[in-house]
C-alpha cells in the first residue's frame, strides 16, 4: 500500500475524541481510556491494538496526542547537529543494511582522525553543539581506536557535544581493547563520550535478529551495554526499526523491556522508531521482507510508544530523513515531540533509498513546526532549551554551496 493511498489516516481529524472511542470496539476503547487516566498498559492490553479499524486508528493516535501534549507541552525541539559516519566499510553483514561495504569495493571509504576532526570544527562553526558519530566495523582496527576518535574530536572542538558509538560498535571496541566492558566504557568517557546512540536494536528478539542480522549482538548483550553505560551516567537514546519482517508484538515487547530499562537506570533520553528503507537491501531483494512501513504503521509505532513509555520516556523523536515532510507532520501530532537532527550529512538512509535529503535547515524546522501551531525551540542532546528563535544566520533552504564544501 502506497503512502498516498491512506492520507485520510493522517491527523488532524474531523472527529472528536468522543465519537472515535464510541466507535471504538470496547476492547479498544477501554485500553485507550486507561491510558487516558495514566494506568499502565499490560503487554496483553497492548497486543489489542494489533489490528485497529480506521476510527479505533484515529482514536489511538488523538490518545497519544494528548498523552504528548499533558507530559511535554506543545514545545517541538530539536538538536543542531551533524553525523559522521566514518567509514562504511564494514564484516557485519546486516541484511537490512545498504550502506556499508566490502574493503575493496570502489566506493569504500575510511576518514582520517583528522578528517573527523576538521568535520567537528566545520559543523561547530555552523553552530551545530552535537556530533554523532558512526560508522561500519573494519576488521582489524586499533585496539583503541574508538578512544582515539573521541580524543581528536574534544582536540578540534572541546565543547561538542559527542554522540557516539552504536552497542555493535561498543562491542566490538570491548573485543579489540580487551578489558571488560564497564572499563571499556569508562574509558571512553573520560576520553569526550557524552551519550550513546541506541542503535544497533532494530527489533530485540533474537529470533527476528537471526535473519536480519545474525552475526549482530544478541539482544541480552545489547541490555548489558545500554543499562551499564546509564549506570555509568552515559545516556543513551533507544530505537526500533519497523516495516521488515517483524510483527506487532515484537514493538511491544521491546516497548515494555525498554519502559523497564527506563525505571532501572532513568538513562534513556528519547525513543526513535526508524521506518524500514527497503530498496537497495537484501532483505527486501530476498523476499524475506515487507517494502517498508504502511501509513498506518509509521503512526501506530508514534502513537503506541507513547501509550506505553508514557510518564517514563518523556520523548518521542521522528526521523525526518526516512519519514518526509507529510508523515513527519502526522507523526508529531501522533504522539511525537521531537524533530531530530538537522544532521548536516545523512549517509545511511540515503544509500538504502531515503530521498529527504541531508540537511534541515534550522529556519525550515521553524517553519514546519508552526505550521502545526506549535513552540519550535533547538536543544542539547540531553534536551535543555537552549533558544526559541531561529538563528538568524542560517538558511531557509540547504546551503548548497557551504554543503558542497562540507561534503
Ligand atoms: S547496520 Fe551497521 S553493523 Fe550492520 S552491516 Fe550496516 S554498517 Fe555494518
Not at 61 to 77: F, K, P
Not at 151 to 172: C, D, G, N, Q, R
Not at 265 to 282: A, K
Amino acid at each position: 500500500m502506497s503512502q498516498k493511498d491512506r492520507s485520510d489516516l493522517l491527523p488532524p481529524y474531523e472527529e472528536s475524541l468522543e465519537e472515535l472511542l464510541r466507535l471504538s470496539r470496547p476492547a479498544v476503547a477501554q485500553v485507550l481510556e486507561d491510558s487516558l487516566a495514566d494506568r499502565e498498559i499490560t503487554r496483553e492490553e497492548a497486543c489489542r491494538l494489533a489490528d485497529l479499524q480506521t476510527p479505533e486508528l484515529k482514536a489511538l493516535v488523538r490518545v497519544a496526542d494528548l498523552l504528548r501534549q499533558r507530559e511535554v507541552g506543545d514545545v517541538i525541539t530539536y538538536v543542531v547537529n551533524r553525523n559522521i559516519n566514518f567509514t562504511n566499510i564494514c564484516f557485519v553483514g546486516c541484511r537490512f543494511c545498504a550502506f556499508s561495504r566490502g574493503p575493496r569495493d570502489e566506493d569504500a571509504y575510511f576518514h582520517s582522525l583528522e578528517t573527523m576532526g576538521k568535520k567537528a570544527l566545520e559543523a561547530w562553526e555552523m553552530g551545530a553543539t552535537e556530533v554523532c558519530v558512526q560508522g561500519g566495523l573494519p576488521r582489524g582496527l586499533p585496539a583503541g581506536y574508538y578512544k582515539q576518535i573521541l580524543l581528536e574530536i574534544k582536540k578540534w572542538t572541546p565543547e561538542m557535544h559527542i554522540h557516539a558509538f552504536s552497542p555493535m560498535e561498543v562491542k566490538y571496541g570491548v573485543e579489540l581493547r580487551r578489558i571488560p566492558l564497564r572499563d571499556y566504557l569508562l574509558e571512553l568517557k573520560e576520553a569526550g563520550l557524552g551519550s550513546l546512540p541506541g542503535t544497533a536494536a532494530e527489533i530485540l528478539n533474537d529470533e527476528v535478529r537471526q535473519t536480519i542480522s545474525r552475526n549482530k549482538l544478541s539482544t541480552r548483550e545489547w541490555i548489558e551495554i545500554i543499562t551499564t553505560a546509564h549506570r555509568l551516567g552515559i545516556p543513551s537514546t533507544s530505537t526500533l526499526m519497523y516495516g521488515h519482517l517483524e510483527r506487532f508484538e515484537h514493538w511491544v515487547d521491546q516497548l515494555l523491556l525498554l519502559r523497564s530499562i527506563q525505571k532501572e537506570t532513568g538513562g534513556l533520553t528519547e525513543f526513535v522508531p526508524l521506518g524500514f528503507i527497503h530498496h537497495h537491501t537484501d532483505l527486501y531483494r530476498m523476499g524475506l521482507s515487507r517494502p517498508g512501513p504502511t501509513v498506518e504503521e509509521h503512526l501506530k509505532i508514534h502513537a503506541v510508544a507513547r501509550l506505553l513509555l508514557n510518564g517514563w520516556v518523556r520523548h518521542i523523536q521522528i526521523a525526518w530523513v526516512k519519514l518526509g515532510e507529510e508523515l513527519s507532520q502526522a507523526c508529531l501530532q501522533a504522539g511525537a515531540d521531537d524533530y531530530s537532527g538537522t544532521l548536516i550529512e545523512e549517509n545511511i538512509s540515503r544509500m538504502a533509498g531515503a530521498t529527504e535529503g541531508q540537511f534541515l535547515s534550522p529556519v525550515e524546522m521553524h517553519r514546519r513546526i508552526r505550521k502545526l501551531g506549535r513552540i519550535p525551540a533547538q536543544r542539547s542532546t540531553t534536551y535543555e532549551i537552549l533558544r526559541y528563535d531561529p538563528p538568524d544566520d542560517w538558511p531557509a533552504t540547504q546551503p548548497d554551496a557551504a554543503l558542497a564544501r562540507l561534503l
